[in-house]
């Protein structure tokens, strides 16, 4: 074998040598720099996440508009102030449903994407009026405290202005969370303009919370009750609650808006 074949076999050989050199440690480095690729994609998706569930939460400016709910979520039929409660629907119902529910109570904003539907199609046809009791129970639980009151209150507020349905819709539609911020007086005025609400007075009503001590007394009304009471505890079963004829709905059973109308 020539000095030239010799010099060309040995470069051939440490070629290979290098190459197999880098094929080992690429491997580790591969894996290192896979295992790199998916604890960055796994944090990507947990920041795209918390951002995506931020940005479905109510905002924390205390300027910012609250959003209006959906058509199909607002009943179009007649909302009546009677003293601290709302009567909605149209005259000839024979059926009154009557809801207790507190804006802040996550159940009841539960219970409202669950029903509203229904409720506003029984409405709507003339089946069922619903008499809302909006209550000023969980006011402790906003940071700070009282949105339950400030929120019933605006909510009588407009329903003065017969705009009560679409104010009520919003409210539970985008709604605050417990342990944190409600709305504000200047927000829930600037809901109040954007549902229809003209009346002069309707600013004032809201911060001065011209309804609260009616509120207070259905508070006080309704916890006791007898025909709210849970038969265990004996206390008022809280919200959401809903009854008929003086006794209380089973909402376990989801038929039971179809089952008042037969």
Known sequence: MGGAERNARKRKQAALAVAQARGKSGGSDRTKVIAGVAVVAVLALAVIGYVVFQQSRPSKSATDAVP??????????PAVREGGTVLVGKDTATVTVDVYEDFLCPICGTFEKTYGTDIKKAVEDGKVKIRYHVLPMLNRLSSPEGYSTDSANAALCVADDGKFNAFHAALFHTQPEEGEAGYTKDQLIKLGREVGVTSPSFESCVQNQTYKAQLDELMSKTSNDPALRDAETG???????VASGGKLVDLDNKNWLADLTK
């Open 68 to 77: 209006l709910a959906p058509a199909d979520h607002t009943i179009s039929a």
């Open 235 to 241: 206390r008022f079963r809280g919200t959401p609650s």
